[in-house]
């Protein structure tokens, strides 16, 4: 099936840097991407939705200055935690999507603030 | 928006045994429905859909869920489990227009299977 990678796997940093996630489709072109954000045995929560060449939508109380959302070609899109803090530690998921109901996910990103 | 609830956080059985997954969405005139699996340091893989049609759906690894509309279910079903599907299941649902096709995911559930 269609691979969708993310890079970093994990990545720690310091609170108030900033962190980029790359979220790329391998085998297949995508203009729209999602990104969730999971909590420990919680459900993925959709954070915003990434179309190509176009602004993200975001969901209703995330802040787009602070997750900045980049779909800069068909294969690519990329998420900048901004001046991250403690509670921004998460894990991340991409997906992309193939087709009218078929969307692949990305392995996650796991964030920790130091 | 619609959401779904998965009413059990995990489920133990031992390995041949069936196993149930339960799944409830909020009522709409049309829904479209999921069922997704989570291996450790994976993505999620899709098990099966259902977006109209027959009301069995039948997907990978031997999974079967069934729509039902009056009782606004989409429980997963296995007859027979087997070790490797140790595994967090999870239960989607999309409403477009209105989401883009994006999901609103279940809680999760922890399916652990024991010799």
């Known amino acids: 099936g269609a691979v969708v990678s993310q890079h970093p796997s994990r990545v720690i940093c310091k609170s108030g840097t900033s962190v980029k996630i790359e979220c790329r489709s391998l085998d297949f072109q995508a203009t729209t991407m999602f990104w969730y954000r999971q909590f420990p045995k919680q459900s993925l929560m959709l954070m915003a939705t990434?179309?190509?060449?176009?602004?993200?939508?975001?969901e209703q109380g995330v802040e787009k200055d602070k997750f900045l959302i980049n779909h800069a070609s068909l294969t690519l899109s990329t998420l900048t935690v901004t001046s991250a803090h403690p509670e921004d530690s998460s894990f991340y998921i991409c997906?992309?999507?193939?087709?009218?109901?078929?969307?692949?996910f990305g392995p996650g990103t796991r964030l920790l603030v130091l | 928006a619609q959401s779904v609830t998965q009413l059990d956080s995990q489920v133990p059985v031992f390995e041949e045994a069936p196993v149930e997954l339960r799944c409830n969405y909020s009522s709409s005139v049309s829904v479209y429905l999921f069922w997704y699996v989570q291996y450790p340091n994976q993505g999620l893989q899709l098990l099966l859909k259902y977006l109209s049609g027959s009301t069995l759906v039948k997907g990978i690894n031997g999974f079967e869920a069934e729509f039902n509309k009056s009782q606004t279910s989409f429980h997963l079903r296995k007859p027979s489990v087997h070790i490797s599907d140790t595994a967090e299941y999870f239960c989607a649902v999309s409403d477009p227009p209105n989401s883009g096709y994006a999901l609103n995911f279940g809680k999760g559930t922890s399916l652990l299977v024991t010799p």
């Open positions: 997906s992309a999507r193939a087709g009218e109901w078929t969307q692949y």
């Open positions: 990434s179309n190509e060449g176009s602004k993200a939508t975001y």
